[in-house]
């Protein structure tokens, strides 16, 4: 077990900054998700981790010890990169004992280490299957036992689930959790899809453009993102954000495209604000509530209702402009009705338009 | 604008039977979803109302006639295919323009026809621009264009959100959705995501190998499914299903489930000869009532495996004995994993299938 530290790390190729400064810490036992677009930099940070990659500066440490210069496989550490890298033809035993084979272990090491990690994993009736027989939930399970057998201080996994179906995700993404409740190794996850990271990480690191973001609880994350960027890339479906400019006189207000909100009670929020400041509030379809037309904060159209079941996303058109709401329950609103929109104003986010920063 | 109606067909590739007896109506106007996992014949089914295969038996029917030896382009139909391909070196307005040149259009006919659809489309500002600097829903937007621009009486789109990213199709299935609300064409689409068939869908044919499970609308196919086939395949997160026994109890009919027994004796007759057999009960996770105290006397008790939660909304994982429910957890309520917890199943809001034939019983 080893806690992970990056110190101020940059890597670039060529011209292009992959990552620009980034400091992180991983404690040890904890799951953390890197998260962000394709070339956000997350698969070249996690390279820097395994040592694959080298970085221009900064320093990275595992376990108190600083490993810059450390080759791959003396850094203790095992990288997954696609849960289906088993060997046909081979039992499940044979599978997980491959890595210790090859490090020259003893038969009788072998054999005790091989079962007492078919034991955690759940797997020790099927040692004697061949791999490929076995579900894609075995198969998974197999595949990580192949990293755990040596004892890695630390897991590293580059988009494990993208290739699986939705369903199959769904299921391998609670596998994941289960596993690593029991296990506790650290681990390090990078990917792209903020769902899997929001259910699967304990803290999350958003990055864009080689820089990181945010590095927080997915309860944060979602509740208090700290930008425009980390607001529009957490969530689904994804928060409204609309721009307007304060108005300070007497009282403040915020003028959208075609419409006007009264801002007096933001908690103090725009104490700060100058008159004419552009920003843009950002609120979360789950934080909308929607009646029959009379009353609310403000009056619209609805456009469209996607249903999903037990809920339904409703596009609401207010003047000019579109807010997605999301319903629970039955949905007893039509297309074209006229609706009225609730929100608590705790519930707004405002972020600085130029900057993009949280107020 | 017209009805598409199939009238028994059958497509059969060599010894392959793709689509079997295949009866479906779609009404003028309509917004239909073929929904089903690949080999389940949806873009068969696409490609024979397009002309583009012919169909081994049975009708096709496009308004008020039959058209199974009519060629494609005297249908009347536009088919958008899943990769969409646009010309690389043609702007988008002689993408758009396109079909109607080769219909020998005037010019200015062209001009005003292409001005209109990239208006309703919202492209308007890029008609001097090549496909190649567009971005993916943009270019999605153009190919639906050079569909739209002639107008056709019916569209078919195969998985049209398919090669798009996460963000982009949350984002188009609204978009396309308003789109066919808004021209009122009749328009047919296939899919393998279960959410895109229910959130953009005004029916929904649920296929099955070539063959049509069940045809009904969202709300039905949801709440109602025929099947376990559709029960499991519709709606995220999954169903929950667990196997039990029908037993007969005095007058009373209970479902036994091994950590608890449903009583199921107010929905009479209708499970009236299944005692002794495998039923499944099929119980989605919103419905299923989780507290941290025991609430009822039908409730029991199960231990919190994993907890999901994804901002807007969490769900447990929960195993029972050794069985696990997934759970919707309300709002405000703190669980954690490794809590104790108590679920109650409400008998009135279960479905329950036979397991041997997987129909619904209730």
């Known amino acids: ?359 | 604008m017209a009805r598409v109606f199939l009238n028994h067909v059958t497509k059969k590739y060599g010894r392959q039977t793709a689509v079997e007896d295949l009866t479906i109506e779609v009404r003028d106007g309509e917004f239909v979803a073929l929904f089903g996992p690949p080999g389940a014949g949806k873009t068969s089914i696409l490609r024979m109302i397009a002309g583009l295969e012919d169909v081994t038996s049975g009708e096709i029917w496009i308004g008020d006639r039959v058209v199974n030896n009519l060629s494609p382009a005297v249908r009347d139909v536009a088919m958008v295919f899943q990769s969409f391909a646009l010309y690389p070196t043609k702007t988008v307005f002689e993408n758009l323009a396109f079909p109607l040149k080769k219909r020998k259009m005037p010019a200015n006919e062209i001009e005003k026809r292409v001005k209109e659809i990239a208006n309703i489309l919202n492209i308007s500002h890029l008609l001097d621009k090549k496909p190649g600097t567009l971005s993916g829903g943009e270019r999605q937007r153009v190919a639906l264009g050079r569909a739209m621009v002639r107008k056709p009486q019916l569209f078919l789109f195969d998985e049209p959100l398919t090669n798009l990213d996460a963000k982009l199709r949350l984002h188009m299935r609204a978009e396309l959705k308003k789109l066919q609300r808004e021209m009122g064409q009749t328009a047919i689409f296939s899919t393998p995501d279960d959410i895109e068939a229910i959130s953009m869908a005004d029916r929904i044919a649920v296929l099955d190998r070539g063959r049509l499970v069940q045809y009904d609308t969202v709300e039905n196919v949801y709440e109602r499914p025929n099947s376990l086939y559709v029960a499991s395949n519709i709606g995220s997160p999954k169903i929950n299903t667990v196997e039990g026994d029908l037993l007969l109890d005095g007058d009373n009919r209970f479902l036994d489930l091994g950590f608890t027994r449903i009583d199921l004796s107010h929905f009479g007759e209708v499970l009236k000869g299944f005692e002794g057999r495998k039923l499944v009960l099929g119980v989605r996770p919103h419905e299923i009532v989780i507290s941290q105290r025991k609430t009822s006397d039908g409730s029991f008790m199960g231990r919190v495996e994993v907890v999901e939660d994804t901002g807007a909304e969490a769900h447990a994982t929960v195993m029972v004995d050794s069985t696990y429910l997934v759970v919707l957890i309300p709002p405000g309520m703190r669980i954690n994993m490794g809590d104790e917890v108590w679920l109650y199943l409400d008998p009135n809001r279960l479905n329950i299938f036979d397991k041997s034939t997987g129909k619904a019983l209730i």
Not at chain 1, 288 to 312: C, F, N, T, W
Not at chain 1, 330 to 339: A, D, S
């Open chain 1, 1 to 359: 077990m080893a806690d992970v530290r990056l110190v101020e790390v940059s890597k670039r190729f060529g011209k292009q900054e992959a990552v620009k400064d980034l400091s992180l810490e991983v404690p040890d036992g904890s799951f953390v998700c890197l998260l962000g677009p394709s070339g956000c930099g997350k698969t070249t940070t996690l390279r820097m981790i395994a040592g694959l990659e080298k970085p221009d500066k900064g320093e990275i440490y595992i376990g108190g010890r600083l490993v810059n210069d450390v080759p791959p496989h003396e850094r203790d550490i095992a990288m997954v990169f696609q849960f289906y890298a088993i060997y046909p033809g081979m039992t499940v035993f044979d599978n997980l004992a491959f890595p210790l084979k090859q490090r020259k272990w003893s038969k009788g090491d072998i054999v005790r280490r091989v079962k007492e990690t078919a034991e955690i994993l759940q797997i020790a009736h099927l040692l004697d299957k061949d791999a490929m027989s076995l579900t894609v939930g075995e198969k998974q399970r197999v595949a990580l036992g192949r990293a755990m057998v040596r004892d890695p201080k630390v897991f590293l996994l580059d988009e494990p689930l993208t290739n699986l179906d939705a369903r199959l995700r769904a299921v391998m993404r609670i596998e994941l959790k289960k596993l690593h409740s029991r296990i506790r190794t650290t681990t390090i996850y990078v990917t792209h899809d903020q769902l899997e990271a929001m259910t699967l990480a304990d803290r999350i690191g958003v990055m864009e453009s080689g820089v990181l973001q945010q590095y927080d609880t997915p309860s944060n994350l979602y509740h208090r993102p700290s930008n425009l960027f980390v607001a529009g890339f957490i969530g689904s479906p994804t928060m409204n954000l609309l721009e307007c400019r304060v108005r300070k006189g007497e009282k403040t207000f915020l003028d959208f495209n075609g419409f006007t909100l009264a801002a007096d009670n933001f908690n103090g929020r725009l104490r700060d604000a100058q008159d004419g400041m552009e920003l843009v509030l950002g609120v979360r379809p789950s934080d909308i509530r929607l009646e029959p037309a009379g009353g609310g904060l403000l009056q619209g159209r609805v456009e469209v209702i996607e249903s999903l079941g037990d809920k339904a996303i409703i596009d609401i058109s207010i003047d000019t402009t579109i807010v997605r709401v999301l319903n629970h329950g039955k949905t007893e609103i039509n297309v074209g009705q006229p609706v009225a929109l609730y929100a608590d104003s705790d519930k707004f986010h405002l972020f600085d338009k130029r900057t993009g920063r949280r107020l």
